[in-house]
């Protein structure tokens, strides 16, 4: 659905201009930007790595992007076909191929004897991967895959068309080769499929998390009627993905002052997008080029006079047109399948570790009063809180006795943590020293709030101590191990672990990704955790 709300002021929202306090100002420079995934210089990063760790193989020798040239022939060559496709959507494809494949083979071992001699189906791997093809043909042309949101009855409805043009398309294959349909067989492949594939889909309404579900952070420029007319238009919009985290005035964007509050506010509110909703030409340039400086995509609110809006390439927001004049280009597919493989090695590591998990929990138990789990609230990428899962450590006042124990704190900055912590049990000594207190985190990865490699998520009182530059760090998901971890550990200075994690986002890649898992292990059996 879509959001809206007030955050960037202590005042009320008096109309649809934001009233700014002042604003600390901030120098100009790649800490104001919004981190971009493995857009960064490698050489750069390269010099905040110790040098122990900089040796062939190591992520310093993570591959360049693809050349300007190289990637404009790809987008030349690509059909318009597959740009419908939208990279994060690519779990969900598989997932329908998966399913509609687990139809297939059900009904070969349970019905194919009994309907072949009837009705002499042709239901072998040939047609099953005409089937496909024509389901993803016509799934994709619906745009079942595209970013456009849906409500599930209407995603619903996408994937039933898609299977029933599939189905008909087969049959028609099949009887133009000379082959007998098997319209039995064929119907009723289409048919649980289209059954399981809604299935599916109510299910992930019901039980999924928002986590999951990419949303985008936005600043309204303007204090027009237009202007909280869009911010209304996204309320009233189920499907929206976009969250108006306020707005900011003309005059506020204008003069000497105007771009670093934009580069402040983008900043601490983590802000993904600027949408331009006003006829001031000098506000409009000003925040279209300093959003473009800071790497955040622009939409414009165009003034089409009384055109209709499904006549142009726009986006239609509720009655409001959005027309995107600036994207910041992203490594979405790429990050798709870093997603697909969170969520197959988190499976795999929770089956695998069940025997091992039931044990630490049958410790805890015998050790200490209390929960097995402890469920404490963290700060994730974009800000967005969630509750981090572990194996209770400490005793069940943990939280309350923090802020007593604050004068005692050891690190530098931001963090918490001191030796011979009190709060810890007999037994969470030895799973924090071999980190196996987080193995629950397996299950944050499975809800999108995590991932298996990014920077740590910290508690929000940790948070509100962070300063503007360190907010870059909430550019990124976070992980239950990442580039510090395997690197500076022991290291006492916040400054040197946010340095770590930009340096990380800057030039991040799946290869880099696999080098942090493959030296986490040699990390966790040398007992390093604290």
Same mark, same amino acid.
């Given at each position: ?8 002021? %202590?005042?009320?929202?008096? @109309?649809?201009? #934001? ?120 799934? /994709?042309?619906? &745009? ?33 080769? &000379? ?10 492949? &289409? @048919? ?26 936005? #600043? ?23 969250? /108006? ?10 003069? *000497? ?16 997008? *600027? ?11 000003? %925040? ?68 091992? #998990? ?11 009063? =209390?929960?097995?789990?402890?469920? =404490? ?20 006042? %943990? ?7 604050? /004068?005692?704190?050891?690190?530098? &900055?931001?963090?918490?943590?001191? %030796? ?31 991932? #298996? ?23 990124? /998901? ?48 040398? =007992?390093?955790?604290?």
């Amino acid at each position: 659905m879509g959001y809206a709300a007030n955050i960037l002021g %202590a005042t009320r929202l008096r @109309g649809p201009e #934001l009233a700014l306090a002042a604003v600390p100002r901030v120098e100009s420079g790649p800490a104001s930007a919004r981190l971009i995934p493995g857009a960064g210089n490698l050489r750069s990063a390269t010099n905040e790595i110790p040098q122990s760790v900089q040796r062939e193989g190591t992520w310093a020798s993570a591959p360049q992007a693809l050349p300007s040239g190289a990637t404009r022939l790809a987008v030349f060559v690509l059909p318009e076909f597959f740009r419908r496709f939208h990279p994060a959507l690519l779990g969900a494809c598989l997932l329908d191929i998966a399913g509609i494949l687990l139809v297939f083979l059900l009904e070969s071992a349970a019905f194919a004897s009994t309907l072949a001699g009837r009705y002499s189906p042709q239901l072998n791997l040939t047609t099953l991967g005409f089937f496909l093809a024509a389901f993803l043909l016509f799934a /994709v042309t619906e &745009g079942l895959y595209s970013s456009l949101r849906r409500t599930i009855s209407s995603e619903c409805g996408v994937a039933a068309k898609a299977i029933l043009w599939a189905t008909v398309l087969t049959c028609l294959a099949l009887r133009c080769s &000379g082959a007998k349909p098997g319209w039995p067989s064929l119907a009723l492949l &289409g @048919g649980v499929s289209a059954c399981a594939l809604c299935a599916a889909r109510m299910l992930k309404a019901v039980f999924g998390t928002n986590a999951t579900r990419e949303r985008r952070n936005v #600043l309204i420029v303007g204090s027009s009627a237009t202007a909280q007319e869009t911010a209304d238009a996204i309320r009233r919009d189920s499907c929206s993905r976009f969250c /108006v985290k306020g707005f900011l005035a003309e005059h506020h964007v204008r003069g *000497i002052h105007g771009p670093t509050r934009l580069r402040t506010i983008a900043r601490e509110e983590c802000i993904d997008e *600027i949408i331009i909703a006003t006829r001031d030409a000098e506000a409009a340039e000003a %925040a279209i080029r300093e959003a473009r400086r800071n790497q955040l995509d622009v939409r414009l609110v165009p003034e089409l006079f009384g055109a209709e809006p499904e006549a142009l390439e726009l986006e239609n927001l509720a009655g409001v047109p959005l027309l995107q004049i600036h994207r910041q280009p992203l490594p979405e597919w790429t990050l798709a399948v870093k997603r697909i493989a969170d969520v197959t090695l988190a499976v795999a590591g929770l089956v695998a570790l069940s025997p091992l #998990l039931f044990i630490i929990a049958a410790a805890i138990k015998l050790d200490s009063r =209390g929960p097995v789990f402890y469920r =404490g609230v963290r700060v994730g990428r974009k800000r967005q809180q969630f509750l981090c899962c572990k194996f209770r450590t400490m005793i069940p006042q %943990a939280d309350a006795a923090k802020e007593d124990l604050r /004068v005692r704190n050891e690190r530098e &900055g931001a963090f918490f943590k001191i %030796a011979n912590d009190p709060r810890v049990t007999r037994a969470g000594w030895f799973l924090r020293r071999y980190s196996l207190d987080e193995l629950p985190q397996l299950w944050n990865v499975l809800r999108g709030e995590m991932s #298996l490699v990014g920077p740590r998520p910290h508690p929000p009182d940790d948070v509100d101590r962070y300063r503007v530059e360190h907010m870059q760090r909430l550019d990124f /998901v976070p992980g239950i191990t990442g580039l510090w971890q395997v690197t500076a550990r022991r290291d006492r200075s916040f400054e040197r672990s946010v340095t770590l994690d930009v340096e990380y986002i800057k030039t991040w890649s799946l290869a880099l990704d696999l080098r942090i898992l493959w030296k986490t292990i040699p990390a966790v059996f040398q =007992g390093s955790g604290a």
